[in-house]
């Protein structure tokens, strides 16, 4: 187990690389896994989440060969029967992504992970294979992993799914049904929540060669559609980025933050916007992304961000150092997460200081006196990365236990936050 210590008062400065996005990484590495023929990756994200993909499509018969900051994949056209279990770790990607591609092979296949994901939702993927022809089950019958999926393909149809649980659904629906019997329609019995995610996913798709139509409250799947090869170049992600360049606006530091593209598909690119209307002073290029401090004091904010889950633990970091109260809505996904995040997030937040009140789909967040403490993150590395942003801003030492959940998503975000003279030890 690793832990941290952070002091705060510690002004940053510098220019750093961000890390690349996880949400593309998943994605390519899935698609060029079913594609005829080589895909090449470059600049790949390595870390937990996206290593138990790359072993997931490895268990699915795709021949993967990682080497530097690049990944060769040859793929298969039809998913192979996996030896043995495919464990997902703790990626909920993982599992909801591979889950309807699993059904493509020809015998059965079971899909678990660790604890925090054997907590979390399948129940609406399932019902929507099941209405697609594919038998498919949670072991334990209460709608989470682990789950059981028959092969020998999809059918096709008509399935209904909520769009308010997870996105992840949609795009595992996606990644799969282009190889189904018949045409597919993916209806959504209620709004889409975080859209920007499934908008990557068919851009993906379309780089593939693969047809996604998508109107108001559906999407459209031709069948016997082929992936074709690919080459990605992965861009960097703006979901972890957020975490430097709230710690740049907190501390009143001047940094930079390269390959943050400003022509994105990325959702979590919002977190500029609001940086600039709580009244940090944010640069944009068309490759990078400069926070240069705070024009006085940071200002409350009031956001809906439904779609722009990642982004909720920061801005309510973000709203610990506000001159007033913030409201953030939107967060009742939040509980079924790596943890129950809005439990969290009021849990350790309190310990440094804030008012932090939930309310039905909402938080109510007032900064006070911050102070250094010693926090659980609850095993979830947004609330590591979250509690640390705090820390940077707030009186005396901080201990953040269980540090190393933070590889979930990130790596080397202590060793890129020392980069920026952060004071961070490891004990």
């Known amino acids: 187990m690793v832990s941290i210590v952070i002091r705060g008062g510690a002004a940053l400065s510098g220019s750093l690389r961000a890390p690349p996005s996880k949400a593309h990484t998943h994605?390519?590495?899935?698609?060029?896994?079913?594609?005829?023929?080589?895909?090449?990756?470059?600049?790949?994200?390595?870390?937990?989440?996206?290593?138990?993909?790359?072993n997931a499509c490895r268990m699915l018969g795709?021949?993967?060969?990682?080497?530097?900051?690049?990944?060769?994949?040859?793929?298969?056209?039809?998913?192979e029967t996996p030896e043995d279990v495919i464990d997902c770790g703790d990626s909920g990607s993982t599992m909801r992504f591979i889950t309807p591609v699993c059904a493509l092979t020809n015998g059965i296949s079971v899909l678990t992970g660790g604890k925090s994901l054997r907590r979390r939702p399948m129940g609406p993927l399932l019902s929507a294979l099941s209405q697609l022809g594919v038998k498919c089950y949670s072991a334990r019958g209460d709608g989470r992993p682990p789950i059981i999926v028959f092969g020998g393909g999809i059918m096709g149809g008509r399935a209904e799914i909520r769009g308010d649980v997870s996105s992840q659904f949609i795009s595992g629906l996606l990644f799969a049904t282009p190889m189904a019997e018949s045409d597919t329609y993916i209806c959504l019995s209620t709004p889409l929540e975080s859209k920007p995610y499934v908008d990557i996913t068919v851009d993906i798709l379309a780089r593939h060669g693969v047809k996604v139509v998508s109107s108001e409250g559906m999407f459209y799947v031709p069948c016997g559609q082929e992936y074709k090869p690919y080459n990605h170049v992965i861009e960097g992600d703006y979901s972890s980025a957020s975490f430097l360049l709230a710690a740049a606006a907190i501390t009143g530091s001047h940094i930079r933050v390269?390959?943050?593209?400003?022509?994105?598909?990325?959702?979590?690119?919002?977190?500029?916007?609001?940086?600039?209307?709580?009244?940090?002073l944010v640069e944009v290029g068309?490759?990078?992304?400069?926070?240069?401090?705070?024009?006085?004091?940071?200002?409350?904010?009031?956001?809906?961000?439904?779609?722009?889950?990642?982004?909720?633990?920061v801005c309510a970091a973000l709203a610990c150092f506000a001159e007033g109260e913030?409201?953030?809505?939107?967060?009742?996904?939040?509980?079924f997460k790596e943890s129950d995040r809005i439990e969290a997030l009021v849990s350790e937040l309190t310990k440094m200081g804030a008012s932090v009140k939930p309310?039905?789909?909402?938080?109510?967040?007032s900064g006070g006196r911050l102070r250094g403490a010693e926090i659980d993150p609850h095993r979830d590395?947004?609330?590591?990365?979250?509690?640390?942003?705090?820390?940077?801003?707030?009186?005396?030492?901080?201990?953040?236990?269980?540090?190393?959940?933070?590889?979930?998503?990130?790596?080397?975000?202590?060793?890129?936050?020392?980069?920026l003279g952060a004071d961070i030890i490891e004990l």
């Open 326 to 335: 913030s409201i953030i809505s939107g967060v009742s996904r939040l509980r």
């Open 27 to 54: 994605r390519a590495v899935i698609a060029s896994s079913i594609s005829s023929g080589e895909s090449i990756i470059r600049n790949p994200l390595f870390c937990d989440d996206t290593i138990a993909t790359i």
């Open 258 to 280: 390269e390959d943050l593209r400003e022509e994105t598909l990325q959702g979590d690119r919002r977190i500029i916007n609001i940086l600039s209307d709580m009244g940090a």
């Open 359 to 365: 309310l039905e789909d909402l938080l109510v967040i």
């Open 62 to 79: 795709a021949k993967i060969v990682v080497s530097g900051k690049e990944i060769k994949v040859h793929g298969v056209l039809r998913p």
């Open 286 to 313: 068309r490759n990078y992304v400069e926070v240069r401090g705070v024009n006085g004091r940071l200002k409350p904010i009031s956001v809906d961000l439904r779609d722009n889950p990642d982004l909720i633990p």
């Open 381 to 419: 590395h947004r609330i590591a990365m979250a509690c640390a942003v705090v820390a940077l801003g707030a009186h005396g030492e901080t201990i953040i236990r269980n540090a190393e959940c933070i590889s979930k998503s990130y790596p080397n975000f202590i060793s890129d936050m020392r980069l």
